[in-house]
């Protein structure tokens, strides 16, 4: 371990085992909780800020990298909408090596640099020097640092155009200060015929949201909503997300960094998908005239 995280090959094992336990497929999530949950680390693992993700813990990062090794090994992998599932390979395999995934995943990048390489040189173009992918930016990281610069009024209005986009109706902000965390309410309506009222907060932080925060935004719902909602750039710390769905109080939503970065994919606020413009020509028509 570094720092008393698991390093990413120490996760691969707990990774499969986890999504074993889940009935093959799970969230990003649900398999994260699940790790934790059978390795049972202490808090302070747990809730260790990644220093280059502004929204991942450490153990969250370094799980993501165990995934991602065990999909290019051909053991799992995963869909659009973000589920991960275990491959018709990775059915029959109990346990790994970590050392061979490691070797094999470095091996399949040293063959595709060297194959871009040799590319490059036949088209007559020097090749740059690379980066390694764990400091390439991506469009994740780009939208991230750009929705932390916004003013907090102006991510409390993005908050507001994505539960419209959403379906919520009558949407606002109140922004009131002293108002115990509530920054808007709006109604969810169900199939045009029931409406029910929800209550936001909307937190442009860079760290975790602990528990405390969410027992307060829950104080605040009382005689407001029975439903609440919280919207964040960051995370949420393992105690926040059970104290959300604990039994006999309110249940509360959480939206965290991940989940915002892809639901404004989704919608199209504020980020466009190219799609690259695949042209056939078909020889039966010019046959034809």
């Not at 059978?38 to 502004?54: A, W």
């Not at 390489?117 to 994740?140: I, K, N, V």
């Not at 949201?209 to 307060?216: K, W």
């Not at 199209?268 to 034809?288: D, Y």
Request: charged share 30%; glycine share 8%; proline share 4%.
């Amino acid at each position: 371990m570094v720092g008393g995280v698991p390093r990413h090959d120490e996760l691969f094992n707990p990774t499969l085992r986890a999504l074993r336990e889940l009935g093959g497929s799970a969230s990003i999530t649900e398999l994260s909780e699940q790790v934790i949950e059978d390795l049972q680390p202490p808090r302070e693992i747990i809730e260790q800020p990644h220093p280059g993700k502004v929204n991942q813990t450490e153990l969250e990062y370094r799980l993501a990298w165990a995934r991602t090794y065990l999909k290019i090994y051909g053991l799992i992998t995963n869909s659009s909408r973000g589920v991960w599932a275990i491959t018709s390979k990775g059915v029959d395999v109990e346990e790994v090596d970590p050392r061979v995934v490691v070797r094999f995943v470095h091996e399949q990048s040293r063959r595709k640099r060297q194959g871009r390489t040799e590319s490059s040189e036949l088209d007559g173009r020097q090749t740059e020097p690379g980066t390694d992918e764990e400091e390439t930016a991506t469009w994740r990281e780009t939208l991230m640092a750009t929705l932390l610069e916004m003013p907090p009024d102006a991510f409390e209005r993005l908050c507001q155009r994505l539960l419209r986009e959403s379906g919520f109706i009558q949407v606002e902000v109140t922004g009131r200060s002293g108002d115990g965390g509530i920054d808007g309410h709006g109604l969810v309506r169900l199939a045009g015929l029931i409406s029910f009222p929800v209550i936001f907060q909307c937190k442009r932080y860079r760290n975790t949201i602990s528990s405390s925060v969410v027992r307060d935004f829950r104080g605040a719902m009382v005689g407001r909503a029975d439903k609440g909602l919280i919207i964040t750039t960051g995370s949420f710390t393992r105690d926040a997300s059970l104290e959300a769905t604990r039994d006999g109080a309110p249940p509360i939503d959480l939206i965290d960094g991940e989940q915002l970065v892809d639901k404004l994919k989704d919608l199209r606020l504020g980020v466009a998908t190219k799609q690259v413009e695949v042209v056939e020509v078909n020889t039966e028509w010019f046959a034809a005239i």
